[in-house]
């Protein structure tokens, strides 16, 4: 297991499981024709867990929500939610409702007709359903637009409605795909700590399927990282974040500066890596579990380098001279593409008050500086 | 056997009954009907209810014994009479088609071009004799176009003429009603086509350089192939095997299979003639029916991507 | 395709061109109809003495009446069994025989009727030589011959609706607990109706008008209003059928603009509705969620 090498602290999360899984994935696999869908994906999700399927598009992330849904059947593997194996069970027998991306609300049913729908599907009394849609109705406060039809509401509403009628049947697991990938940016911000806010009064368990990375890390408690099918890695966003386990991750998430190097000393308290990009070594001050020549890359976020005009104490370790070669201003911080001698291009993400606090002016093109990161920052990874 | 379970769960049972249902339907009332004809085809006509012998007899010993008659078929491939009147029914096919479409083209594009508010009214203007029988505006011509009819009657009162024009029974009229009759059907598919197209091609085509006429052979034309395709197909082949127009407004000396046809079934009571009849012409037609579902069903389906 | 210029005058020529060429054959047929003399056309002045003959013309109302029956009656089955096709079409992509069944689907549009017409007659025959059913060619024989034609621009007509509708709906309403037949039911024919109407009124406008197809499936005693009109207008003009065209393209110019008229409507309401939203939405963000009164519920 050559995983989360750079693991320093293998941080658990917070929500630690004290009892068997709510909902267990195990091995699904799904072909269609020759082509691998999902690839032998294993997950576990706990009760209550928002967690986020998050990749571009065609990784099989939808897929996956469609198998949870019924709507599509694995090639192989298993799904047992709350001790109930659901694997070969038809969608409409299933305790699992979605939301769909384009809402899917039926054109010819007003607000309530539609939330009222899978009630009725499940024969429950009138009172009952009356007073469940109202529930339903004030919790998304649309009491108001109850006799609409969904073409007389706005993106956002018809988004709310189709929220209260997935919560209508109090599902056991709710599936959101791409929950606000129809609404424009700004009302997408707003919308975001709306629908978290509403899924954690009525504490259901919900799995998030989406591309935009900000909505996973504002909205979900875990991530689940997938590509070609392949979940990669899965933890909270800052996890994620701080201690991607590869390649696709680290870039995937944030921006990030990638080096391929070599182990050349590999103690228990340090490593050293040589970086012919860098023409130097990479310091690590702490162990990785890999043997001495193996290759690896080494993730160094942008912000994590800093930029001087003065060469740094330890030349070839850890730094590198080079030049500026493109100056993003965005306010309150800059991003500096520097060119090493390798033709190799590191971004650096300095603060704008770093020049003024040094008395400085902020370095320009075709300048001279040095970048520079401190041992414990570099992520080391395997694949 | 997880999947078996799941399949006759939720799968299986309605899905075949509902395929099933429209599928025996026009298995029984379509598909078989023209093996019946085939069939029959290679009968000889026979002085009986029903007026054809069958193929298969038995003969004492029990044997069966198939005859296959063939002397329809060399008569139709013989006799030259026949083999013209394939000819001609092809030819009065193809051009109608070709008229239809300089006619129509225009028109489909003069409405797409038009404002959307008064676009649907237009559509319903061409839809509107489509809707109204096929036989009735078969019919009117036969009015306008007699030697004493309502152009010749106009024309000589008016004194541009002072003998009634020859436009009733010949090439002419068979040429004018049958364009007439199947203008709609190559207007609309043309329209569709054109009205989804994106002006907004035509404009790049403008702003890089290219002039309207150049635009339009360049741009417009190909991109509307297919329903070009769909509007000839759905004219030609109907129009190879017409039996009104010709046998209405047609010339004594016009040569349609169709009007064939239909004399070898009701004047002759030659069943199995009339059979290989149709049994050629479908030989004939498959190529265009094929096209022409090709096209239909690439269409629907390029629309669900 | 539409640039928000005005129409260029070669193209309204053509338009112009275009629709007298479609139309000027009826305008004269309505006309000629009020003419008082026999002769169809030379003009002997107004009358309406060829509408009271036409309703007195037993042979004709006659017609009529079996012609609307058999309409129904194929256009009712033509809907049942088309809109079935539709759906197997356009939501079944692949089965065994699909591809027979398409073609079998889209032929009937387009094949000779002469063909189509022979080929059924000779299945009847057989079949009666076989099992002695059906007995008679008659009502029976033209209705299954009319539906065969009439399903097939049925089907067409769903197939294309079918293939517009958002499939996800039906994906919802299976995972909100609703099984297939009660989806097709509740969710899908209400999507469909207006293509399923238009289909019927199509099937109904088809049937009313075949000639070919009928005159080899009818029987003595069975004879249709174009079989009638036919066997009149073979032998030359009669004021009685231009009556009775100017009458038919009345009934259907007053359905075919209703119609219209109709969907327009109720898409502009739409239209209206979708900008009230908004402007709603607009205002809502804006000020006070209270500004946000409904003007548009329906």
Known sequence: MMEAVAAAAPVQTGVQAHNTPYLQISGIFKKFGDNVAVDHVDLDIRQHEIFALLGSSGCGKSTLLRMLAGMERPTSGRIVLDGQDITHLAPYDRPINMMFQSYALFPHMSVEQNIAFGLKQ?????????????????????????????????????????????????????????????????????????????????????????????????????????????????????????????????????????????????????????????????????????????????????????????????PGVNSARGTVVEIAYLGSYSVYHVRLPSGKVIKSMVPSSRWYEAGEEAPTWDETVYVSWRPDLPVVMTR | MNFKRFARKWLRPGRATVIAVPYFWLLVFFAVPFLIVLKISFAEQDIAIPPFTSLLNYEDGGLLHVTLNLANFQFIFGDELYADTYLSSLRVAFFTTVMCLLIGYPIAYA????????????????????????????????????PNGIINHLLMSVGLISEPLEMFHNTFSLYLVMVYAYLPFMILPLYAHLVKMDIRLLEAANDLGARPLKAFFAITLPLSKNGIIAGSMMVFIPAVGEFVIPELVGGPDTLMIGKVLWNEFFDNNNWPMAAAVATVMVLLLIVPIGLFHRYETRELEGKNV | MYNGNKLSPVLKGVLVAGFLFLYLPIVSLIVYSFNASKLVTVWGGFSTRWYVSLFHNEQILSAVGLSIRIALASATAAVVLGTVAGF???????????????????????????????????????????????????????????????????????RSRLIEIDKTLEDAAMDLGARPLKIFFVITLPLISQAIASGFLLSITLSLDDLVTTAFLSGPGSTTLP???????????????????????????????AANYLMLNAQRNREKAIAAAMRENENAQAGPPSSAVSSASA
């Open chain 1, 122 to 314: 499940d024969k429950l009394p009138k009172g009952e359903i009356e007073s469940r849609v109202a529930e339903m109705l004030d919790l998304v406060q649309m009491r108001k637009y109850a006799h609409r039809k969904p073409y007389q509401l706005s993106g956002g509403q018809q988004q709310r409605v189709a929220l209260a009628r997935s919560l209508a049947k109090r599902p056991k697991l709710l599936l959101l795909d791409e929950p606000l990938g129809a609404l424009d940016k700004k009302l997408r911000q707003q919308t975001q700590l709306e629908l978290v806010n509403t899924l954690e009064k009525v504490g259901v368990t919900c799995i998030m399927v989406t591309h935009d990375q900000e909505e996973a890390m504002t909205m979900a408690t875990r991530i689940g990282i997938m590509s070609e099918g392949q979940l990669l890695q899965v933890g909270t966003p800052g996890e994620i974040y701080d201690y991607p386990n590869c390649r696709f991750t680290a870039e995937f998430i944030g921006e990030t500066n990638l080096l391929t190097g070599m182990v050349s000393v590999d103690e228990p308290d340090h490593v050293e890596i040589d970086v012919p990009e860098l023409e130097g070594r990479i310091w690590i001050d702490h162990g990785i579990t890999g043997p001495k020549g193996m290759q690896v890359w080494t993730s160094i976020r942008p912000e994590d380098v800093r930029l001087d005009r003065k060469p740094p104490a330890t």
């Open chain 3, 227 to 257: 079989q009638v009109i036919f066997s009149k207008v073979r032998l030359g003009l009669n004021p009685e059928i231009n009556a009775l065209a100017t009458i038919t393209v009345l009934i259907v110019g007053i359905m075919v603009v």
């Open chain 2, 111 to 146: 409405i797409a071009r038009t404002d959307p508010a008064r676009r649907n009214v237009l559509l319903m203007l061409v839809m509107l004799p489509f809707w109204t029988s096929f036989l009735l505006r078969v019919y009117a011509w036969m009015g306008l176009l007699k």
């Open chain 3, 88 to 158: 197997v079409l356009a939501r079944f992509k692949r089965f065994r025989g699909s591809t027979l069944f398409a073609g079998m689907m889209t032929a009937p549009m387009v094949m000779p009727e002469v063909i189509t017409g022979l080929s059924m007659l000779l299945l009847f025959i057989s079949m009666q030589q076989l099992f002695g059913q059906p007995s008679e060619r008659g009502f029976f024989t033209i209705w299954v011959g009319h539906t065969t034609l009439c399903m097939a621009y049925v089907a067409v007509v769903v």
